[in-house]
């Protein structure tokens, strides 16, 4: 105990504080550096990465050294080319990511509901649109800023080993960029919304996993009922595969334009709306 | 500080109301927000926070109307403590409590260096890394009192902030309520259904039940009027004579077994013994009953008037058909009290004026 009775000094400054979502967000950060999950994952995307830059540099070895000529053929067989080649640079977009978002953006909603501390956040200068925005601008920077590196690192590669000639085209921040940005809107949207439905973090990643391969199965049951190849957009797996397709021109992408479209929109409309219905005020306080 | 007109709240526009069509106003102290369990007491801090949108009816607090846009600016300046476990329970005491500062609008440095500060105040200072998952209940409400203060509220309000407390604990945090309206000169409203935390804290009294105040007004008023409530015994059995003649003493509100409950007509108790000495009866026992505020409680959720206390019971509205009315014992069931008769105003004894919202002099620890 103190020797003498503590007071509180005058009121600080209210003024210099930072936006409400970017102090979520922050929190959030905090709390998901603190669960450790980072070194799996880390470590599984690292060797993803690993693995992408070997092969294209095995494929600047291919074009470049007349050694491995006689290669050729069997490595165009092996390897994705042309536009394919680019838009194979997200393939760790698949499984693992999802799980990754999963993981992480089932628990974000679904933890401040099992702590209950969602009413004391709009008790405070938080309105609901700043707490939706933390949570899926979360959710969504988390896919974002895994992919980057997937991006960034085998263009500036191919760069460096072999100019504007090389396996990766010198455009291709320029073209999946975007493709990434959707992916993870798409991503962070149906996480927050699924967490929203949960009522503790691992049920949350429980609806994460449900929705996605839910949705899967429906959209595949639909596409081989109906034979309404269209219906694959209601397929998340299958949208986040199409972004970086049609952004690098690919033959025959998973989706066409206006599917990939409809489908992100529905799926974000959709999920961003009840997680809006799901947190706003009054739900909180009941 | 806080005013609200004809206030109307619902969990829903079907709904019934919750709050139903609330007048008051409350000047700057401590207000003890007093009701049994549903009353309406924390949806009213909810309605008066912002969390919930009037039906009806106007209000303002700190001068900013209810509802108004400006609302979210509002509550920067005000504290909340959930009458809920409302803690993350994977963080330190220090990392959320900073973490709310940030929320209320301090600077990230400003809150951590508050953090310390408040925690130290409410007495957590050496167990401020620790998960508060590991507190004990007295830790975790003060955790609670710490985030409503961090960012130096100019009106906190307190739900039911001693739950599960002991009676140690509850007379820390009790004294912590004092401490943060006498040393910072934050105004607080303290919502509980404990007679006794109200009762030493407050300096004004609102008396909530079924969404409806039964009555307001200040403890200062109240107290006057319980200092002379006292109960007397007799060596002797009283005959006629000394009976009537108690009436000289002020008014006899109950008469059984030889034990008289009396409103004294003033404070003071050798009044008594000097009434005794000329009737030649002899005082065995002579017990002041400050603990009639618990009468004054089940008077005013009775609606019945309480004489002399400024307390203004508001009238009964009549009962809806699908709502029979209860009886009164059922209300005191397994309280071991039992509401005395509503008794009509002697022209004699009119009721003084209600001193609600008392006046800047006055003060709850004064009238201590």
Do not use: C
């Amino acid at each position: 105990m103190p020797i003498y009775e503590p007071t509180l000094p005058p009121a600080p400054d209210l003024t210099q504080g930072q936006p409400p979502s970017l102090v979520l967000m922050r929190f959030d950060l905090t709390r998901l550096w603190r669960q450790k999950i980072g070194r799996f994952f880390g470590f599984a995307f690292l060797i993803m990465l690993l693995v992408k830059l070997a092969i294209i540099y095995v494929k600047y070895l291919l074009g470049s050294n007349p050694a491995f000529e006689p290669m050729q053929d069997f490595a165009k067989a092996v390897l994705p080319q042309g536009p394919a080649f680019q838009a194979g640079l997200l393939d760790p977009a698949g499984y693992l990511l999802w799980f990754l978002v999963a993981l992480v953006g089932g628990g974000l909603v679904a933890r401040d509901t099992l702590y209950r501390v969602r009413p004391l956040m709009y008790a405070h200068p938080v309105r609901p649109r700043d707490y939706l925005l933390a949570k899926v601008g979360f959710a969504s920077a988390l896919p974002f800023v895994v992919l980057l590196p997937f991006v960034f690192l085998p263009w500036a590669l191919s760069l460096m080993v072999a100019g504007l000639q090389g396996p990766v085209w010198p455009t291709v921040p320029l073209r999946l960029l975007p493709a990434i940005a959707l992916m993870s809107l798409l991503m962070g949207t149906l996480a927050v919304g699924a967490s929203a439905l949960a009522a503790t973090p691992r049920a949350g990643v429980g609806w994460v996993l449900g929705l996605v391969l839910g949705t899967s199965t429906l959209a595949s049951l639909v596409h081989g009922l109906a034979g309404f190849a269209g219906a694959e957009a209601l397929n998340p797996i299958v949208l986040a595969q199409a972004w970086p397709q049609l952004f690098v021109g690919q033959e025959a992408p998973l989706l066409g334009w206006l599917s990939a479209l409809l489908g992100t929109a529905f799926h974000v409309v959709l999920w961003t709306y009840l997680a809006a219905r799901r947190t706003r005020p009054s739900e909180a306080v009941i | 500080m806080i005013a609200f007109e004809n206030l109307d709240v619902r969990y829903g526009a079907a709904a019934p109301p919750a709050l139903k069509g609330l007048t008051l106003s409350l000047d700057r102290g401590i207000v003890g927000l007093l009701g049994p369990n549903g009353a309406g007491k924390s949806t009213l801090l909810k309605a008066l926070l912002g969390l919930l949108r009037p039906f009806a009816g106007t209000g303002t607090v700190l001068g900013i109307p209810l509802g108004a846009p400006e609302a979210a600016r509002l509550r920067s300046r005000i504290g909340y403590m959930p009458e809920y476990d409302a803690l993350i329970e994977d963080a330190s005491a220090y990392e959320q409590v900073a973490f709310w500062g940030e929320l209320s609008g301090l600077a990230p440095e400003a809150a951590r260096d508050r953090a310390h500060e408040v925690l130290y105040f409410v007495g957590l200072d050496e167990s401020r890394y620790r998960p508060v998952s590991g507190y004990s209940t007295g830790m975790r409400q003060r955790v609670k009192l710490a985030q409503a203060l961090v960012h130096s509220p100019e009106l906190v309000f307190l739900d039911e902030p001693t739950n599960g407390l002991d009676p140690d604990g509850r007379r820390r945090m009790l004294d912590l309520v004092l401490r943060v309206h006498a040393e910072l000169g934050t105004g607080v409203v303290l919502a509980s259904h404990l007679l006794g935390d109200v009762e030493r804290v407050a300096d004004q009294l609102v008396i909530l039940d079924q969404g409806e105040i039964k009555a307001a007004g200040s403890m200062a008023g109240l107290r006057r009027v319980l200092a002379k409530r006292v109960e007397l015994r007799f060596l002797e059995p009283l005959d006629a004579a000394q009976e009537a003649g108690l009436a000289d003493l002020g008014a006899v509100l109950e008469a059984r077994n030889g034990l008289y409950d009396l409103e004294l007509a003033e404070a003071d108790p050798v009044a008594v013994f000097r009434w005794a000495q000329a009737r030649g009866a002899t005082v065995v026992q002579l017990t002041p009953r400050h603990d009639r505020l618990d009468e004054v409680l089940l008077r005013a959720l009775h609606g019945t008037p309480v004489r002399g206390t400024g307390l203004r019971p508001t009238p009964p509205e009549p009962p809806r058909p699908d709502q029979a009315e209860p009886a009164p014992e059922d209300a005191v069931r397994g309280t071991g009290l039992r509401p005395t008769p509503p008794e009509p105003p002697r022209p004699d004894q009119a009721e003084p004026a209600p001193d609600f919202l008392p006046s800047a002099g006055t003060s709850a620890r004064e009238e201590r």
